[in-house]
């Protein structure tokens, strides 16, 4: 059919230790949107890779909520909807595989309507349908993206650091929601874990501007959410653990879990390997990917 487009769009690891809610990374791993509308007709959905089989071909669908708001927006009345997804990200582990169906459905939709939404218009919707901004902003901008809510507002500020590193992603075998990961997260926490994940927030963001990585053992030292959801993930400490001893520079969980992540200048596939086996004698099978940041963030292609 013609009045068809093609997107694709880059996994994040959001909060980075830190920053939770507020700083992401898009990583060098991606998924294919491809959307076709039409007046008459209802969903019709194909995935290849993973999530095949799981997702939801209904109103259900985060991408289908995407393109919907757009259509709403927009004033488009289009029935038929057809979307193939072939995806990269794992879902729900922790490496924004939500943030990109919906980011994909959001500039998709735009693209086949006149594209008369910006992508600050975008990363709004996005933010909204997400409910937190730190995966979103650099799905669409590529790089390291520092965002937060304003007043129902998204202000983000986008950055490459000035010296490369490698992100280590451990990927352990079972599934972890973000919305599963929310749920054990405290109502309040005590003022010195807020006064300590605000120095170490400002040192993490300055680390990575700044290009002083070794900084980044301290800077990515958290209390707000690690601790809260370590006891969903076995052995998390030790994994941790291993990647700094192997030689990471710091490492941290991705977004809300169970990935986890290290960075590292110079051994990535050590660090790695220490990682998984670390995983595995607490019996959490799992593989690891060396990824770079992605610096374009969603294209058409
Ligand atoms: N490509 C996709 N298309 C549509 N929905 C998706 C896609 N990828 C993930 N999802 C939805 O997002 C959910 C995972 O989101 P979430 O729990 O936030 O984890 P993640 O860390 O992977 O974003 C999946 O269970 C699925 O419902
Ligand atoms: N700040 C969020 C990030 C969730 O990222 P995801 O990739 O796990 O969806 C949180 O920590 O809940």
Partial sequence: MANAVKIRVPGTTANCGPGFDAVGIACTIYNELELSLSNEGGISLEVIGEGAGAIPSDNSNVAVKAIKMVLAKTGHNYQGIQLKLTNNIPLARGLGSSAAAIVGGLIAANELTGNSLTKENILDMATALEGHPDNVAPAIFGGITISILDSGNTQYLRFLPPSGFSMVVVIPAFNLSTKAARKVLPDSVPFSDAAFNVGRTALLVGALC??????LSSALEDKLHQPYREKLIPGMAQVLSAARQAGA????LSGAGPCLIAF?????????????????????????????????????L
């Fill in 249 to 252: 520079l710091g490492a941290a």
């Fill in 264 to 300: 590292t200048s110079s051994n990535p596939e050590e660090v790695g390997h220490a990682m998984v086996k670390a995983f595995r004698i607490h019996n959490v099978e799992a593989k690891f990917h060396i990824l770079n940041i992605d610096t374009q963030g969603a294209i058409k």
């Fill in 210 to 215: 700044s290009g002083e990585l070794k900084l």
